[in-house]
């Protein structure tokens, strides 16, 4: 891979796309977001932190910053000009652009997951899933692309268009230089990730996590899905769960902007994703607000689970 000269770890992400042979629409949508994520990086930085005063359609203040980011990505998907559709944590309906393009994608992003940790200084991340045409209404398994930004002490953006899961570094010229290639997961156990609160789990939830204690895995938990999912996939171990709660049977995160992108590349990297008895990818969609209960990470893990939920 890559000219004489220029070892694999000076290849940009523009030019880890051209050789991946991605199309040059989707090449274009993923760089536009790259590009977008150094002004995420700015107002994080030093934005305000101040409520916006608004809301988004799951009634939770908007954080200003969650506004901000949404604008910035907006704006950068609008001008595009490869983008017809797209949905927003932040927004409560379908925005379309003008698309003239015969190849348009259509994309579903949370601007800025877990923003409520920013004014506590934990990782927060931007997190994409990018569907060829107009449809943003597909089930997960046909995404185009997925991909995360992750806001931590580095900054690292992971993609996979299919082949494989890739992750960059920014520079100090704020360019992603390729970091690794091919992540993958594949060892068992290590660390376990419970969201949600632990005395609304359900019995077979209850005792998955148990067994996990007794084997002496470690609790790993930020209270941020994508340095928390961004742990599992670099390490190549460990299971993420938002599970069905007590009066609360679809748990939390949502499905066209959090769960799809983030279960796509777990599975790309070897991994497997779960609302508990079936493929989180093979879920066909309602509406832009679905959430499901979600256990994500080695595949041995996510089986344990569903083998314990299948006995509740
Ligand atoms: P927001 O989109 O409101 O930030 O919620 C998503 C999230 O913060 C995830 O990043 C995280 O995995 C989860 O909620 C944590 O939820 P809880 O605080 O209930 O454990």
């Known amino acids: 891979m890559g000219a004489p000269g220029t070892t694999k770890f000076q290849i940009d992400l523009r030019r880890h796309l051209r050789e991946r042979k991605v199309e040059r629409r989707l090449r274009e949508v993923i760089c536009e977001i790259a590009e977008a994520s150094k002004y995420i990086i700015n107002s994080i930085r030093t934005g305000d932190l101040g409520v916006a005063g608004t809301s988004n359609l799951y009634g939770e203040e908007q954080l200003a910053l969650d506004v901000l980011s949404d604008r910035i990505l907006q704006k950068r998907l609008k001008n595009s000009g490869v983008v017809s559709n797209v949905v927003s944590e932040e927004n409560n309906e379908i925005i379309n652009f003008e698309c003239t393009n015969k190849v348009c994608y259509s994309v579903a992003y949370d601007p800025l997951d877990g923003s409520s940790l920013v004014d506590v200084n934990l990782a927060v991340g931007t997190i994409i899933s990018i569907y060829e045409g107009d449809n943003i209404l597909q089930c997960g398994r046909n995404q185009a692309a997925a991909m995360y930004i992750l806001y931590g002490p580095r900054t690292t953006l992971v993609y996979s268009t299919g ?19 091919n992540v993958t997961i594949d060892k068992v156990g290590g660390i376990y990730s419970p969201g949600g609160q632990r005395n609304l789990y359900t019995s077979g939830t209850e005792a998955f996590v148990r067994s996990l204690e007794e084997k002496g895995h470690k609790l790993r938990y930020s209270g941020g899905f994508v340095p928390d999912i961004n742990q599992i996939l670099m390490k190549g171990r460990g299971i993420f769960m938002y599970p069905h709660l007590q009066g609360r049977p679809d748990g939390k995160l949502r499905l066209l902007y959090e769960l799809n992108p983030m279960a796509f590349l777990i599975e790309q990297a070897g991994g497997a994703a779960s609302t508990g008895s079936k493929p989180i990818l093979d879920i066909d969609p309602e509406g832009i607000d679905d959430c499901s209960p979600v256990f994500i990470g080695c595949r041995e893990d996510v089986a344990l689970a569903e083998s314990f939920i299948a006995q509740e």
């Open 163 to 181: 082949d494989g899961v890739h992750e960059f570094g920014m520079n100090q010229l704020m360019e992603y230089t390729l970091v690794k290639e």
